[in-house]
């Protein structure tokens, strides 16, 4: 029998300043993100938020997610992982000089990991990918600005925040909630292998990122974790051998986890406050 899915047109109270939405999408206050997709078989699905206007809707109804995703990007023989730009194992990180990242690496190695959500499904991970690429760019920019303050990840914070300025430390955090979402999901279905992806995703986003959304976007994030492929299909995409696919993960995993884990303790200190 079809699922039904359907929230309806909610009204905001005046009260609701819709510039507290729009930072977790990487969106301007005013403006609209739509996007529209086949998704699911038999389906129409769409995701339509507007701004400032008072309507926010989601509707879709469906049997089955569909195995239609994107088309495989790995090299013959062998996985997604050898097709990335970056890693993160590729990441430079100064354990003597308190564990500083740099800069440059990093966020070369956080676009890369943007390859695998086209794997995972655009519609699915639409917005997470818009907001990793989005705050990329906003550190990015002050680098380009202040690149002898900006070599490290760490300094390039504590420098910006001396100027009375928070543009790319906000930024810096919303990335690490969006890598930390990410490592999360990936690493609890590469350890459990009969959870399916989308269990793996809606854990992950509780822990992270959901915490810090409101109550108007989080049904973007929760219906996004329902649009995710099916687990076998997602990993069919990855690689044509599936203990390649997986020793290359988890490899990937060890690394992305460690700098992610470097990051977060920093960028919730005190030192990385505005």
């Known amino acids: ?76 023989g062998g996985t997604i992982v050898q097709s990335l730009k970056r890693t993160f194992a590729d990441v430079p990180v100064d354990e003597a000089n308190g564990n500083a990242v740099s800069t440059v690496e990093f966020l070369e190695a956080s676009e890369s990991l943007t390859t695998i959500f086209d794997a995972i499904g655009g519609v699915a991970f639409g917005p997470v990918k818009k907001d990793i690429l989005g705050n990329v760019e906003k550190l990015r920019a002050r680098h380009a600005a202040a690149p002898a303050e900006s070599a490290t990840v760490q300094d390039l914070v504590r420098n910006e925040l001396k100027t009375g300025k928070h543009t790319a430390t906000e930024g810096c955090l919303w990335l690490i909630r969006g890598l930390d979402f990410t490592k999360q999901g990936l690493e609890h279905n590469v350890q459990n292998p009969s959870v399916e992806l989308s269990d793996s995703f809606r854990d992950a986003y509780g822990n992270t990122l959901k915490p810090h959304h409101s109550f108007m976007v989080k049904p973007i994030f929760s219906a996004a974790m329902s649009a995710v492929p099916y687990r076998k299909d997602f990993y069919a995409k990855l690689g044509d051998n599936p203990e390649k696919v997986q020793a290359d993960l988890e490899a990937y995993l060890a690394s992305f986890s460690k700098v992610v884990a470097i990051l977060k303790e920093f960028i919730n200190s005190k030192e990385a406050k505005w």
């Open 1 to 76: 029998m079809p699922l039904l899915h359907r929230l309806e047109p909610l009204t905001r109270s005046p009260e609701l300043d819709p510039s507290c939405i729009a930072p977790c999408l990487n969106l301007p206050a005013k403006g609209q993100l739509s996007l529209t997709a086949s998704t699911f078989n038999d389906t129409s699905s769409f995701l339509t938020f507007l701004l400032p206007s008072n309507t926010f809707s989601f509707s879709s109804s469906f049997t089955s997610p569909s195995p239609i995703i994107m088309s495989a990007v790995y090299p013959p």
